[in-house]
Structures are given as structure tokens and as C-alpha cells.
């Protein structure tokens, strides 16, 4: 059995992360598997949004170490397979749709990296976080060091980053690392109904906030203003933009094509 699966339901892919038996600690064959699962998302027209969830009562507990210490010794990076897309988003393009994630119980190291490329995040209450490598002689290797803290807060971020301690899914959620907390057994569900809410917007409108945003993040305010109309005329130009206007005058739910 595959330990990451991938489901296809409606517009949305979901993304098992299925290896209860070892408390879904990533392996070399998972790295790959998930980078090929978000190559097809990113890729296929038909999918609109991908919800990444792990079976088990863990997300995870961390890495094969002993199995990715030769790998990472090289110094080449994470060997991302030919039409995958990195899923800690260190090198090559980004996924252009949008992810929802779900996690519980443990969720350390790499499931926190994941975590900080994806868009909404839902955890169960029992969810702890956690950058442990400080407590293992090793660094955050998955994208940690640049997000964290942008993310959580300087501060708040070198607090767990710096000492390797664990924080609590009320914690995530203080600091904005999480967007819902829930009671175990309800996140997927949750995460589920978000994804499913963004699978039902305007695709091209959805793909263009997304583009808009990262590039704010990345080069600034400024230069993400001087693009916001580059893609505005194909939007307003196109078949949902018009069923968007059609269904605001009769009164109903509007059913985009991302055309």
C-alpha cells in the first residue's frame, strides 16, 4: 500500500499521508510520492485546490534520519522527481492552487515545513508542533528558518525554533499558524468543507490572488501593485466572469468552469 494516496473528488485532489505503522515519519519514497501527487495538482486543469491530511493519530513524528542522512550530506538539496513540484517549496515553481491542511496529534519537523507552504490550516486540539532538530545536533532543512518566522512572529518563532520545545494548537492559533482549532476526529472534515468552499470560487480569480499575494511576499508591495492588472483582463474577460454577473442577477450559486 502507498503511504501517501491520492483521491480525486470533484475539483479538489486530496493527499493522504498514510504510514500510521511508523507514525508517518517521511521516508525518501514519500518525499517523492508527495512531490509527484502536488505536480499533478499543479498541473491539471480539472483540480482547483489540494487538502493535505494524514491518517493515524499523528501527522507525523518527523524523517527517516538515517535514511536521509546521505542524501542530505551531498549538499544537492531534495531530489524533486522530474514534473513534481517541491513540497517545501525551496526550489523550482511553487503550486499555483491552493492547499488546505489538516493535521493532530504530533506534527514535528517536516509536517510543520509542509504546513508553512500550504494556504489554511485547520488542527485538532491534541496537535503538537514542533521544530526538533536542535535536540537531534541538526537545523531546519525544509524551509523553517525562512517561514517560521514570518509567519509566527520573530520571536515567537526563535522561542520553539532555538530550543526545539514543542507548542500547542492554541498557540498555533494565537500566533496565526493555524486558522481553525477542532476536536480530534473533526479537522479533516473541516479542512474538507474549506477546500470544497475554494473548489467552488472563480478558478482564474482564485489562481490570480494567490499570484498576487506570493509576489507581495516575495519582491514587495510595490511590485506586486505594478502587476495587480496583468492578468485583470483575462478575469474580466472571461466565461466566469460573466456567470458570475448572470448569477448575482438570478439570484443563485454561480458554477465556474475556470474559463
Not at 514543542?166 to 476526529?185: D, F, I, K, M, Y
Not at 499575494?213 to 466572469?241: C, K, N, P, T
Request: proline share 5%.
Amino acid at each position: 500500500m502507498p503511504h501517501i494516496e491520492t483521491r480525486i473528488d470533484g475539483h479538489v485532489m486530496e493527499i493522504r499521508i498514510n504510514r500510521p505503522e511508523k507514525l508517518n515519519a517521511l521516508s525518501p519514497e514519500m518525499f517523492t510520492d508527495l512531490a509527484l501527487a502536488l505536480g499533478q495538482l499543479h498541473s491539471d486543469p480539472d483540480l482547483r485546490v489540494g487538502l493535505i491530511y494524514a491518517g493515524g493519530k499523528h501527522f507525523t513524528t518527523g524523517i527517516e534520519l538515517d535514511r536521509w542522512a546521505q542524501i542530505l550530506t551531498s549538499g544537492d538539496g531534495f531530489p524533486v522527481p522530474k514534473g513534481g513540484i517541491d513540497p517545501f517549496g525551496l526550489s523550482g515553481p511553487r503550486c499555483s492552487k491552493p492547499l488546505v491542511m489538516a493535521t493532530q496529534g504530533y506534527c514535528f519537523t517536516w509536517g510543520v515545513e509542509l504546513m508553512l507552504t500550504t494556504d489554511v490550516r485547520i488542527a485538532a486540539d491534541n496537535t503538537q508542533f514542533g521544530m526538533l532538530e536542535v535536540k537531534r545536533g541538526i537545523y531546519p532543512f525544509g524551509g523553517a528558518t525562512i517561514r517560521l518566522p514570518e509567519q509566527m512572529g520573530w520571536a515567537n518563532a526563535q522561542r520553539y525554533l532555538l530550543t526545539g520545545d514543542t507548542w500547542s494548537a492554541a498557540e498555533a492559533h494565537r500566533t496565526g499558524l493555524v486558522q481553525n482549532v477542532v476536536a480530534p476526529g473533526e479537522q479533516y472534515t473541516v479542512a474538507k468543507e474549506i477546500a470544497a468552499g475554494i473548489a467552488a470560487a472563480a478558478p482564474l480569480g482564485v489562481r490570480a490572488i494567490l499570484k498576487s499575494s506570493r509576489l507581495a511576499h516575495s519582491s514587495g508591495e510595490q511590485v506586486a501593485a505594478d502587476h495587480i492588472f496583468d492578468d485583470m483582463a483575462e478575469v474580466l474577460h472571461s466565461e466566469d466572469a460573466q456567470e458570475g454577473i448572470l448569477s448575482f442577477n438570478e439570484r443563485r450559486d454561480a458554477v465556474f468552469k475556470g474559463k
